[in-house]
């Protein structure tokens, strides 16, 4: 049966990135908060994720907060010549794990300090501006934390920047002020919000990063997706991400886990190709107007 031909690696900034990454916030204590559960587990999960050819992880210092970043220095560091670690900056843990803003320009600029000493790197290959807000973007301007952060990259200390939860107006604000690397938006098989955009970064060799690509807090349930996981022997979720990279070349995956056994499902999705009609009737489930 005929697949759906993919490409396997994007480029992000000026380095070449394997499409299937890394994301590293569940490594952190429950709710992104402390340390882990079993630290051991953490170091391992995150050099069998390398040494299985991952070279794009994503973090935050705000992820733990601290946490996170320690853990990938203990674990990687020093870090392999094409390892690509991102991060994002504007916001900070209240003591009680609250989420809560710090996107001023001397909060930001502290912050990307931050991200450098606890990854122990000189200068952050990708910082993105994370905006406020859980699922959907706030319509705001964005020149002052983003001008805050261009700042930061004239002075070396960042190589290339990203936004995170951002509308298309913001978007383009943020062009007009930078080079803009990745987009970090809510997507994934059921929540589609974002197709057209998708396609347009791509055009102008931009990546998307979706966050929450298993449906967030409701993980995905359809039955034309358990079908043709089925058909496929995969689990769902593992279709789920491999439609997305189908989806768009463009698209960079970043699933996370703190479970060795779940990254090597993951990590398994690389090699899963989906037929033509599964791609298809995978499309419909989100609606897409060009679905077959």
């Known amino acids: 049966m005929t697949t759906v031909a993919r490409l396997d690696a994007f480029r992000l900034g000026d380095r070449t990135v394997r499409r299937l990454g890394y994301g590293a916030m569940q490594l952190a204590g429950p709710g992104v908060f402390g340390p882990p559960k079993n ?23 705000y992820y733990g907060p601290f946490v ?3 853990l990938i220095r203990k674990a990687l560091h020093p870090y392999a010549d094409d390892l690509v670690i991102v991060t994002k900056i504007g916001a900070r843990r209240g003591t009680d794990g609250s ?12 912050a990307v300090h931050d991200n450098l000493h606890n990854l122990g790197l000189e200068a952050l290959e990708v910082v993105n501006l994370r905006l406020p807000g859980l699922l959907v973007p706030a319509e705001g301007s964005l020149e002052v934390p983003l001008s805050a952060l261009a700042e930061c990259q004239r002075k070396g200390l960042v190589h290339h920047i990203g936004l995170s ?18 987009v970090q938006n809510y997507y994934n098989l059921a929540h589609r919000a974002d197709d057209a955009l998708i396609d347009e970064l791509g055009r102008d060799g931009i990546a998307y990063v979706p ?10 349930q359809s039955s034309i997706l358990s079908d043709v996981a089925q058909r496929a022997r ?24 703190s479970s060795l056994a779940h990254l090597r499902d993951n990590l398994a999705v690389a090699k899963l190709d989906l037929p033509v ?3 298809a009737a995978l499309d419909r489930i989100g609606g897409r107007a060009d679905a077959a």
């Open 165 to 182: 939860n951002v509308t298309r107006a913001q978007i383009d604000e943020g062009r007009k002020i930078c080079d803009i690397v990745c």
């Open 68 to 70: 996170t970043n320690q």
């Open 39 to 61: 630290p051991d587990e953490a170091v391992a999960v995150l050099r069998e994720a390398v040494a299985s050819g991952v070279n794009h992880i994503d973090t935050s210092d």
């Open 99 to 110: 989420w809560l803003p710090a996107l001023s320009p001397a909060e930001l600029t502290q």
């Open 277 to 279: 009609d599964a791609v």
């Open 211 to 220: 966050f929450f690509p298993l449906g967030g807090f409701s993980p995905l």
């Open 234 to 257: 995969a689990t769902p979720m593992q279709v789920a991400l491999a439609w997305l990279l189908h989806r768009a070349a463009n698209i960079l995956l970043i699933p996370g886990t």
